[in-house]
């Protein structure tokens, strides 16, 4: 099976990258460099018109939507147990990735993109300022389900990759995060994790690429 994850630095597909390093898959990179809006090109455009990075390619057929895209490659790779295996506990993970997805992820655009949610002129400071403070109020709620827990179920799953990516990319914003130290340790774990120093490793290496080109 081919599978060729097209991915940018810092963006959310970070987290299918994570999650197929750690399930051992052979997966190549297609680099989409948002700030050329290589999204927008007629050739990715033709592969995920929404636009947006992930999108996987499995055998040639796409896959778009990162919850979507984590279930899957749990699915495939049944033995890393990337997914928790009780229905409840499904469902329980599930509803925290949706969460990243419709509730956390929104805040992170809005501060990143505040011209997409209100064009008045000079609002866009304000904009950002409401996006950080929605977003302190999610981490706030993470923290509090962190507490004593080195992950968000019982071993590393979907979920983890998903909430380091919202975390690590909410504290690139100017809001202080640094006092959510349940966040904070989990972030430091996911660092240790060899998928993820994988990752950091390689996104080095593109974003020198991008500053060259
Ligand atoms: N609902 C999509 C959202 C993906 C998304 O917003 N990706 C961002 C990067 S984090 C993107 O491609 N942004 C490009 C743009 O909006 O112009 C998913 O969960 O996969």
């Keep these: 099976m081919k599978l060729t994850l ?3 630095p810092v963006a959310c597909s970070m987290v299918p990258y994570i999650l197929l ?4 898959a052979e997966f190549e990179t297609m680099v ?7 999204h927008l090109s007629e050739k990715y455009l033709a592969l995920n018109p929404k636009g947006k990075v992930p999108t996987l390619l499995i055998d040639g057929q ?3 939507e ?14 890393f147990e990337l997914m928790p295996k009780e229905p409840l506990k499904f469902a329980q993970a599930l509803s925290v990735m949706s ?6 992820h929104p805040k992170l655009t809005q501060q990143a993109r505040p011209e997409r949610y209100c064009d008045l002129p000079e609002s866009a400071e304000s904009v950002q300022n409401l996006g950080s403070h929605s977003m302190l109020e999610l981490f706030a709620i993470a923290d509090n389900m962190l507490e004593g827990r080195q992950h968000f179920f019982d071993h590393f799953t979907c979920v983890d990759a998903y909430f380091y990516w919202c975390f690590k990319r909410g504290s690139m914003f100017k809001g202080d995060t640094l006092i959510f130290k349940n966040c904070q340790r989990h972030l430091q774990l996911m660092e240790q ?13 593109v974003q020198k690429t991008f500053a060259a080109n």
């Design 6 to 8: 097209a991915y940018c």
């Design 21 to 24: 390093t750690e399930a051992k």
């Design 32 to 38: 989409i460099n948002l700030g050329k809006a290589e």
């Design 62 to 64: 796409a896959l778009t």
């Design 66 to 79: 990162n919850i979507a895209i984590q279930v899957w490659i749990a699915q495939q790779f049944p033995s």
């Design 99 to 104: 969460w990243c997805s419709s509730a956390i």
């Design 193 to 205: 994790r060899p998928s993820v120093q994988k990752l950091l490793a390689f996104e080095k290496e």
